[in-house]
């Protein structure tokens, strides 16, 4: 940013007139004003200069009556005067008046005042016109010994700048530098001086380093980090110096800054591969995570953790770090748990899973104690998820979490109840041993279950896993604990009735005076019930939710009756027994029935559900081996299938997520040795220290880095045409949360082109961070403008403008080139995630914005469709793949994707192929799109409709 940019916030508010003022006008307040009114006329002068006016009048006014003046605020000013102001003539000599100038600021070299010295080297820095620098080098010379550090360090900066521009002016610079880095003593000084050397003599950079290599700890952290960016620039160029500055790296892993300390794990880890290497890299991240306060930081940390994990070599070195890693669960931050948690699961292995899952079960309990915050129950869920997969990739530990997750059954928070209930699900199942266990806890916590959701889970596990008569009686037990007196609707209506019972209170109540019938007066006491109205909660829990007119739970109950029932048969050789526990069953699947059509519910019983218990009470009625056989082994062998399919996806998966991590390498591929590679052969591949910049902006900064040329072509946009006098295309470069514009600007005409302006706008959730800065262009000359875009949310954005300049020597208006529109693709930002049925379905019903694509394409297959559109839109299918098999002629499935900005996008595909149309007709359906933001939502619905059709090769 230029020093014109830097006081836009002070010259903002100056006081316009409706019309720009007159030369004459602002050559009068110059000549004639005092000094506040010279600084108002300058301010204007500079405003005006920098809308592209040209005031070649005011130059030499302002040289006479302002540029003498030792106000603070005018020499600021005239700083940025001097930087705007054109100093050649048209044929680009630089103008006689210019001489004055540098006499004028010879002399503020030589100020007393620190601060005018200071400000006049940073001016200095952005001077282009090697006769203006010349007859000052003795006086910026003399600026590195002065006594002030300001003074000082600017003094490194401005002969930098003169030795990078203009080598001829100051070609000891290096040595001069190398001389004053020695005997300096303040930071910031050091700092620069010792940048100025890597990159205008990195030996003597080497050299001095070499000398206080011990001492770097006791440094300042700018000039730390300064040291680590020249040690990783010098080992990957030369490996042979790795082991020279490897300790300076591992020293500065112990700074006091966060950011050197950063800086040098990521450097230890790219120098070296050694496990004590990686382990210290790692602790250091870890220990970062652990004090950084911001979430931001820790979320960019724990990433790094995450790339080390990536690597196969690094991961076992990072397994004996799980214990340090599950420290960070100790943040608040719900999004840094999730990150932890997961990458725990990912490096847990058979020797520390007892030490992880002992870990989880206490922060489980602390849940319990805690205050309810709004992130707590979501990290509750989070840690039975943790534990679910510990426990189904290592079945010992099954038995030590089963008890502490069944709590949670009776828990408020439905989410991480469901997770527990689908855990013992699963359990149950694939562990024999497990099933007394798990019957024993289910049966202690069934009373207090207060989800009906989780009630009818329940129901099912206890109808289809319990297997002895003592397990059998004891569900029966609870299910009518848990209906209360029966029959219901006469207990129901004896309380609606208040009809006394033994137990109820009986109290006197006030006095009444009646008359008789003989006409006399009587006292009589009137008796009142005190009998409590029962309230709801204090039902037993089935019960409330038949009454509520939830009638679906009465229909699982009677299928768990009819498992339970028919077990008890085969189990019991006494008819008599046989008939009074079918009996009882049969009797409370009446009793609901009859709850049901009565006027009692809230809601009255569906058709389906007394369908369903009708059947149940049929085939009791009956006992047949054929319903034997449905209810107690096909309902299991179902579970079984799909807890199998989902075993198999889950191990597809991690198959290849390890396939993309191992390097495959054939018994024939040559050895590549970097020491035996030629010099022209090693400069032409890729600097690694831009790669890995490229890997740190994201996933598209990672593709580019495996072909960075064809991936800039694509980028690139045509803006103008090749007949405009101004030729201009961009490269869109993005990254994750800015968009960086490389506009090339090429003059095509034989003028030259002044004030030069590329004019941007946004559309959409777009800002422009600043305004590119105007600039010369010789005839035939091209230049790169650079501007910034921030992107605050996952939408279509489109970025507009022109080209403005002046040509040099004529007097009309200013040219404009009307630029083509850039438009920001929204799969940039998107990228496929997974998520539960369970989330899928909350975050459907949450969700406002809805968009509904008709499907409109060419492709004939339903298979091929559904593939084009996950290619297209970068989502990720939640369907089965089993689940998609076969052919019927329809297919439904469910579609998922997170964007870098943490927004969700839901979509569901509903698709049939008309086969009465022929077997060459196109799919037909929707596809519905839901997500939280409308732009996401209509941008994701765009972008579908765009690449529904497939285009023919």
Same mark, same amino acid.
């Given at each position: 940013m230029t020093a014109a940019e830097n006081v836009c916030y002070t010259l903002i508010n100056v006081p316009m007139d409706s019309e720009p003022p007159s030369e004459i006008s602002l050559k009068n307040d110059l000549e004639k004003g005092d000094v506040k009114l010279k600084t108002e006329a300058l301010k204007k002068v500079i405003i005006m200069i920098l809308n592209g006016e040209k005031l070649p009048g005011l130059l030499m006014t302002i040289i006479r009556f302002v540029l003498p003046l030792q106000d603070h605020t005018i020499k600021k000013l005239l700083l940025v005067f001097w930087e705007i102001v054109p100093k050649t003539t048209p044929d680009g000599r630089l103008l006689q008046e210019m001489i004055l100038v540098c006499d004028a600021y010879r002399k503020d070299l030589q100020h007393p005042n620190e601060f005018i010295r200071g400000s006049t080297l940073r001016f200095l820095c952005k001077l282009k016109e090697a006769e203006l620098l010349e007859p000052l080098m003795p006086a910026i010379r003399a600026c590195l010994e002065h006594r002030h550090s300001y003074v000082r360090r600017n003094a490194v900066l401005a002969i930098y700048t003169i030795y990078r521009n203009f080598e001829h002016l100051i070609p000891d610079a290096p040595e001069l530098i190398h001389d004053f880095l020695v005997n300096e003593k303040d930071a910031s000084c050091k700092r620069n001086a010792f940048m100025m050397l890597i990159h205008a003599d990195q030996d003597r950079a080497l050299d001095y380093l070499s000398t206080c290599i011990d001492q770097v700890q006791t440094f300042g952290d700018i000039l730390q980090l300064v040291i680590v960016e020249l040690i990783y620039k010098v080992c990957h160029a030369n490996p042979s110096e790795r082991a020279r500055f490897i300790r300076c790296i591992y020293n500065l892993l112990q700074s006091s800054s966060p950011a050197v300390k950063y800086e040098a794990a990521g450097t230890l880890v790219t120098l070296s591969s050694a496990p004590t290497a990686i382990k210290a890299a790692a602790q250091c991240y870890i220990d970062l995570i652990i004090k950084e306060s911001d979430n931001n930081v820790k979320l960019i940390v724990l990433d790094r953790l995450i790339e080390l994990k990536e690597h196969p070599s690094h991961e076992r070195v990072l397994q004996d770090l799980v214990m340090d890693i599950l420290r960070v669960l100790s943040t608040p931050d719900l999004e840094v748990r999730k990150k932890t948690l997961q990458l725990a699961l990912d490096l847990?292995?058979?020797?520390?899973?007892?030490?992880?899952?002992?870990?989880?079960?206490?922060?489980?309990?602390?849940?319990?104690?805690?205050?309810?915050?709004?992130?707590?129950?979501?990290?509750?869920?989070?840690?039975?998820?943790? #534990?679910?997969?510990?426990?189904?990739?290592?079945?010992?530990?099954?038995?030590?979490?089963?008890?502490?997750?069944?709590?949670?059954?009776?828990?408020?928070?439905?989410?991480?109840?469901?997770?527990?209930?689908?855990?013992?699900?699963?359990?149950?199942?694939?562990?024999?041993?497990?099933?007394?266990?798990?019957?024993?806890?289910?049966?202690?916590?069934?009373?207090?279950?207060?989800?009906?959701?989780?009630?009818?889970?329940? #129901?099912?596990?206890?109808?289809?896993?319990?297997?002895?008569?003592?397990? /059998?009686?004891?569900?029966?037990?609870?299910?009518?604990?848990?209906?209360?007196?029966?029959?219901?609707?006469?207990?129901?209506?004896? !309380?609606?009735?208040?009809?006394?019972?033994?137990?109820?209170?009986?109290?006197?109540?006030?006095?009444?005076?009646?008359?008789?019938?003989?006409?006399?007066?009587?006292?009589?006491?009137?008796?009142?019930?005190?009998?409590?109205?029962?309230?709801?909660?204090?039902?037993?829990?089935?019960?409330?939710?038949?009454?509520?007119?939830?009638?679906?739970?009465?229909?699982?109950?009677?299928?768990?009756?009819?498992?339970?029932?028919?077990?008890?048969?085969?189990?019991?050789?006494?008819?008599?027994?046989?008939?009074?526990? /079918?009996?009882?069953?049969?009797?409370?699947?009446?009793?609901?029935?009859?709850?049901?059509?009565?006027?009692?519910?809230?809601?009255?019983?569906?058709?389906?559900?007394?369908?369903?218990?009708?059947?149940?009470?049929?085939?009791?009625?009956?006992?047949?081996? #054929?319903?034997?056989?449905?209810?107690?082994?096909?309902?299991?062998?179902?579970?079984?299938?799909?807890?199998?399919?989902?075993?198999?996806?889950?191990?597809?998966?991690?198959?290849?997520?390890?396939?993309?991590?191992?390097?495959?390498?054939?018994?024939?591929?040559?050895?590549?040795?970097?020491?035996?590679?030629?010099?022209?052969?090693?400069?032409?591949?890729?600097?690694?220290?831009?790669?890995?910049?490229?890997?740190?902006?994201?996933?598209?900064?990672?593709?580019?880095?495996?072909?960075?040329?064809?991936?800039?072509?694509?980028?690139?946009?045509?803006?103008?045409?090749?007949?405009?006098?101004?030729?201009?295309?961009?490269?869109?470069?993005?990254?994750?949360?800015?968009?960086?514009?490389?506009?090339?600007?090429?003059?095509?005409?034989?003028?030259?082109?002044?004030?030069?302006?590329?004019?941007?706008?946004?559309?959409?959730?777009?800002?422009?961070?600043?305004?590119?800065?105007?600039?010369?262009?010789?005839?035939?000359?091209?230049?790169?403008?650079?501007?910034?875009? !921030?992107?605050?949310?996952?939408?279509?954005?489109?970025?507009?403008?022109?080209?403005?300049?002046?040509?040099?020597?004529?007097?009309?208006?200013?040219?404009?080139?009307? #630029?083509s529109d850039i438009h920001i693709d929204i799969m940039d930002y998107i990228q496929p995630a997974s998520c539960t049925d369970a989330e899928f379905r909350q975050m459907w019903a949450e969700f406002e914005w809805e968009n509904k694509v008709t499907v409109n394409t060419n492709i004939i297959d339903l298979n091929e469709y559904l593939q084009h559109i996950l290619k297209s839109t970068n989502m990720k299918c939640l369907t089965p793949e089993k689940a998609l098999s076969g052919y019927c002629g329809f297919m439904a499935a469910n579609l998922y994707a997170r964007s870098i900005f943490g927004e969700d996008a839901l979509a569901n595909v509903s698709i049939e192929k008309p086969i009465h149309l022929g077997p060459e007709a196109p799919v037909t359906g929707h596809i519905r799109i839901r997500a939280k933001s409308q732009g996401m939502a209509l941008s994701l619905g765009d972008k579908i409709n765009l690449s529904q059709k497939k285009t023919s090769l």
């Open positions: 847990v292995s058979s020797r520390n899973v007892e030490e992880l899952v002992i870990v989880l079960k206490k922060e489980v309990i602390k849940t319990n104690n805690v205050t309810e915050h709004e992130d707590t129950d979501k990290y509750r869920q989070l840690l039975v998820r943790t #534990l679910h997969s510990c426990s189904v990739r290592f079945p010992d530990m099954a038995a030590n979490v089963i008890p502490v997750l069944m709590e949670f059954l009776s828990d408020n928070n439905e989410a991480a109840a469901a997770d527990v209930l689908e855990f013992v699900r699963e359990a149950i199942q694939r562990f024999d041993n497990l099933r007394p266990l798990i019957v024993e806890k289910m049966l202690e916590v069934f009373h207090a279950i207060k989800s009906v959701k989780i009630y009818r889970g329940a #129901l099912w596990i206890l109808g289809e896993y319990c297997s002895t008569k003592e397990d /059998i009686q004891s569900v029966m037990t609870e299910v009518r604990r848990s209906l209360g007196e029966i029959p219901i609707v006469e207990s129901e209506i004896k !309380k609606e009735a208040g009809e006394l019972k033994p137990e109820e209170e009986v109290s006197v109540g006030p006095a009444q005076k009646l008359v008789t019938e003989m006409g006399t007066y009587a006292t009589q006491s009137a008796l009142s019930s005190s009998r409590p109205a029962k309230k709801e909660e204090d039902r037993p829990p089935l019960r409330g939710f038949l009454l509520d007119g939830d009638f679906f739970v009465a229909a699982s109950l009677a299928t768990t009756l009819t498992k339970i029932a028919l077990r008890y048969v085969s189990l019991v050789q006494e008819k008599k027994k046989q008939n009074s526990f /079918i009996s009882e069953a049969m009797l409370l699947m009446a009793t609901i029935l009859h709850l049901g059509k009565s006027s009692l519910p809230k809601k009255p019983i569906t058709d389906d559900d007394v369908d369903r218990i009708s059947l149940c009470l049929k085939v009791l009625s009956e006992c047949s081996p #054929l319903m034997n056989d449905i209810f107690n082994k096909e309902c299991r062998r179902s579970l079984s299938h799909m807890l199998s399919a989902k075993l198999e996806e889950e191990k597809l998966s991690q198959k290849k997520e390890s396939e993309k991590r191992n390097v495959t390498v054939q018994p024939d591929d040559p050895i590549s040795f970097m020491q035996l590679t030629a010099k022209n052969e090693m400069s032409s591949k890729e600097d690694q220290f831009q790669l890995s910049l490229l890997a740190a902006m994201g996933n598209t900064q990672r593709k580019e880095a495996a072909d960075p040329l064809a991936s800039k072509l694509n980028k690139v946009t045509q803006l103008t045409g090749f007949s405009d006098p101004v030729y201009a295309e961009a490269y869109v470069h993005v990254n994750q949360y800015d968009i960086v514009l490389d506009v090339l600007v090429v003059n095509q005409t034989s003028d030259t082109l002044q004030n030069c302006t590329l004019e941007l706008a946004t559309l959409g959730d777009l800002k422009l961070v600043e305004k590119p800065s105007p600039l010369t262009l010789a005839p035939h000359d091209f230049a790169n403008i650079k501007a910034n875009v !921030k992107v605050a949310s996952t939408e279509n954005g489109i970025i507009f403008g022109n080209i403005v300049y002046d040509v040099s020597g004529a007097a009309s208006d200013r040219n404009c080139v009307v #630029l």
